[in-house]
């Protein structure tokens, strides 16, 4: 298994790291793609990349709810990792509409940079868009040029927004929120190929039923697996292979 997303080199995991990456490992999770935040999340994130550089990859962006009055200086930060060394993709990236709607236009300008960037580099990106999925899609449908990919993070809409993401050529990244009783998201995925699915956690936010309310981590991909195995009818070992496969297409770069 792959997870897609998650923020290991957070300081919620200082205490018991390692240990943690080990549990994953040991339920079969043997890549672990990091999603950068803003400029004070860089050094944690390639001190943990470079601790397991066979297992851990780092990606370069600035996260919506990062964006404030120092959006510039962000940016120029961003702009100059890209450029100094290889990430497999650009994120996590995107609008939110959920915390705070005091920079949401600025927030569009750092989503549509970043986006570039990404052409440039010829890096899928890694979107965020909570509260916004109708308007980051608006956003990929004017900028796609079929050379644009990548992943929605912590999808969790409706078959008709599933299905305008998937026609952009965009896979779903689905996580914890599976579990959840009330989210209607395993009615959404009975309709959903899974050639268009990723796993990820977003350790170490939204763990999965049964640990809802407590510290994420990856190892609890698998339980994502479980779930999805159930409401296809088909075993976690094709999840796996399935939703492994897309992961590699994806950052096929940082595979070769």
């Not at 497999?88 to 005091?102: F, H």
């Not at 809409?157 to 896979?171: D, K, M, Q």
Request: charged share 30%.
């Amino acid at each position: 298994m792959i997870d897609t997303h998650t923020h290991l080199y957070l300081d919620r995991f200082d205490e018991d790291r390692s240990e943690m990456i080990e549990r994953a490992m040991e339920k079969g999770v043997k890549r672990f793609y990091l999603p950068n935040i803003d400029s004070s999340s860089i050094e944690s994130m390639l001190k943990l990349e470079a601790e397991y550089p066979l297992e851990c990859f780092a990606m370069m962006g600035l996260h919506p709810c990062s964006v404030k009055e120092n959006v510039e200086e962000e940016l120029e930060i961003v702009k100059k990792w890209l450029n100094q060394r290889p990430f497999c993709a650009v994120g996590e990236i995107g609008l939110d509409l959920y915390w705070d709607k005091t920079f949401f236009e600025q927030q569009k300008m750092a989503f549509k940079t970043q986006i570039q960037w990404a052409k440039d580099l010829d890096l899928p990106i890694v979107i965020h868009s909570r509260d916004s999925t109708q308007e980051v899609i608006e956003i990929l449908r004017e900028v796609q040029d079929d050379k644009l990919k990548g992943i929605f993070h912590c999808f969790g809409g409706s078959v008709e927004e599933a299905n305008a993401i998937i026609e952009l050529g965009f896979y779903l990244g689905i996580g914890g929120v599976l579990t959840f009783k009330k989210s209607g998201l395993d009615a959404t995925m009975k309709e959903v190929d899974l050639k268009h699915v990723v796993l990820e956690t977003d350790a170490p936010f939204l763990a999965p039923a049964p640990y809802r309310g407590k510290r994420n981590e990856s190892a609890y991909v698998a339980l994502v697996a479980e779930k999805m195995a159930m409401i296809k009818g088909i075993s976690v070992e094709e999840v796996d292979r399935i939703t492994t496969q897309n992961a590699l297409n994806i950052f096929e770069k940082v595979n070769i």
